[in-house]
C-alpha cells in the first residue's frame, strides 16, 4: 500500500510542471491502467496480494461535466483472521462495469481534481471458498460507487489519471464469507487506479478556459499604467488628444466608438506582441464575449521611421497579429476585421523615443 501511494505521489509531482492540454467544450477520452483492489468492510481478514486493471471510455459534456463507463477485472484475496494460514486463503475476482458522473472542481488547470458517483454491476466468481460450502461461486453483485481522482496533462492528447474509488455492495456476499447472524450486510471494496487518458476526439475549444488561462499562462508582467498615461499627457499634442479617446481596457464599455489599447504597443519594427500586452488584450477578449453582436475594426500604427509603403505593411500584420490573439481566445473571426493606418495620425511626438513608442499602437473601432 505504502509503494502505490509513493508511486502515485511521484507521478503527481513529476507532471506538475507540464503543459495543459487543449480543453475543448466536449470530447471523447479512451482511458486504460492498473488498479490496487482491497475488501474494506468484509467478514474476512483482508489480504494486500491483489491485482487488477481497467478500461474506460469518457465522454465530457463541458468543462466541469463529464460521464464515464469504466470496466476492469479485480483480484482480491483475504483469509478468515489474523491466526489462519495463508495457505487458507479465500479469493474473489471481480468482472465489473461502472457508470461514473464526474464532476471537474477545477477544469482548466493542467492538474485537475475531479468527483465521481455511479452504480456498477460485475460477475463475482469465487476462488477456494475455504469459507463457506453454502455460497454460489457465480453470482451478480451490484454497487454504488464514490470517489475523487486528479488528471494531470502531459500535452494536448494524453493526461495521467489518479483516483480513489469506494464501492459498497448490494449484499455480504462479496467475500464468500457471512458472518454469524448477520442480516442486511453490504461488503465493500476500495480500488487504487493509475493509467492514461487519451483524447480521441475533440469538439471545440473552450472559451471559458482560454480566458481563465490567458493571463497567468501567457504573462507574468502587469503593465504600469501610471508611467503609460504619464507619457500620454507628456507628449501627446493636445489638440490630438481632444479627439482620441484613451481608455483602460477594464474601463472599457461596448458603447465606446473607439479604443486606444495603452500598453499593447510593439518593438521598433517588429510586430510580435510584447509581454505587456496580453493583460490588455485578455480584458478586450472578455469585453468582446460579453458583447457578442459588437463588431471592431482593428486598426494597426507604426511610428515615422521607414517609408510610408513600408509601415502600412507592417501597421497591417500588428493589426493581425492581434485579431490572431483574440480568435485564439474564442472571439469569432468575422467580428473582426483589421486594416493598417501606418504611420498616419500619431497619438504623440515622433521625435521622441517615447513618442514613437506610443505611435507604434493598436486601435478599436466599432462598428
Not at 169 to 176: L, M
Request: net charge neutral.
Amino acid at each position: 500500500m505504502r509503494k502505490i501511494s509513493l508511486l502515485l505521489s511521484i507521478l503527481l509531482i513529476v507532471a506538475v510542471d507540464v503543459s495543459n492540454a487543449q480543453l475543448a467544450k466536449d470530447s471523447w477520452a479512451f482511458g486504460f491502467g492498473g488498479t490496487y483492489p482491497r475488501f474494506l468492510s468484509v467478514n474476512i481478514q483482508p489480504l494486500n496480494s491483489n491485482i487488477g486493471g481497467f478500461l474506460s471510455l469518457n465522454r465530457n459534456f463541458s468543462e466541469h461535466v463529464g460521464l464515464r463507463f469504466k470496466t476492469g477485472y479485480f483480484h482480491f484475496e483475504g483469509k478468515l483472521d489474523a491466526a489462519t494460514p495463508d495457505i487458507m486463503k479465500e479469493a474473489t475476482n471481480l468482472i465489473a462495469g461502472n457508470l461514473d458522473l464526474l464532476y471537474y472542481l477545477i477544469p482548466c488547470e493542467p492538474v485537475s481534481p475531479y468527483l465521481f458517483a455511479g452504480a456498477g454491476i460485475g460477475l463475482r466468481i469465487l476462488k477456494y471458498n475455504y469459507l463457506t460450502r453454502y455460497l454460489d461461486e457465480n453470482e451478480t453483485v451490484l454497487s454504488f460507487n464514490l470517489g475523487i481522482g486528479v488528471e494531470t496533462a502531459l500535452d494536448s492528447d494524453w493526461k495521467i489519471m489518479a483516483e480513489y474509488g469506494y464501492h459498497i455492495t448490494n449484499n455480504s456476499e462479496f467475500d464468500g464469507a457471512i458472518g454469524t447472524g448477520e442480516i442486511n450486510g453490504r461488503d465493500s471494496y476500495m480500488g487504487i487506479s493509475l493509467g492514461l487518458l487519451y483524447f480521441i476526439d475533440k469538439g471545440e475549444p473552450s472559451k471559458y478556459c482560454q480566458l481563465y488561462s490567458g493571463i497567468t499562462q501567457e504573462n507574468k508582467d502587469m503593465t504600469d499604467y501610471n508611467k503609460i498615461e504619464s507619457m500620454i499627457i507628456k507628449h501627446i499634442p493636445k489638440e490630438v488628444v481632444k479627439e482620441v479617446a484613451v481608455e483602460r481596457p477594464s474601463k472599457t464599455t461596448a458603447t465606446a466608438e473607439k479604443w486606444v489599447l495603452i500598453g499593447v504597443n510593439f518593438d521598433f519594427n517588429k510586430s510580435k506582441l510584447l509581454p505587456e500586452s496580453y493583460p490588455i488584450l485578455y480584458d478586450a477578449a472578455k469585453t468582446l464575449l460579453r458583447n457578442p453582436d459588437m463588431k471592431v475594426e482593428i486598426q494597426g500604427y507604426t511610428d515615422n521611421v521607414g517609408s510610408e509603403s513600408y509601415n502600412k505593411k507592417l501597421g497591417q500584420k500588428r493589426a493581425d497579429a492581434v485579431k490572431e490573439y483574440l480568435v485564439s481566445k474564442g472571439v469569432a473571426a468575422n467580428r473582426l476585421s483589421t486594416t493598417s493606418f501606418g504611420e498616419g495620425n500619431p497619438v504623440a511626438d515622433n521625435k521622441t523615443a517615447d513618442g514613437r513608442a506610443m505611435n507604434r499602437r493598436i486601435e478599436f473601432k466599432v462598428q
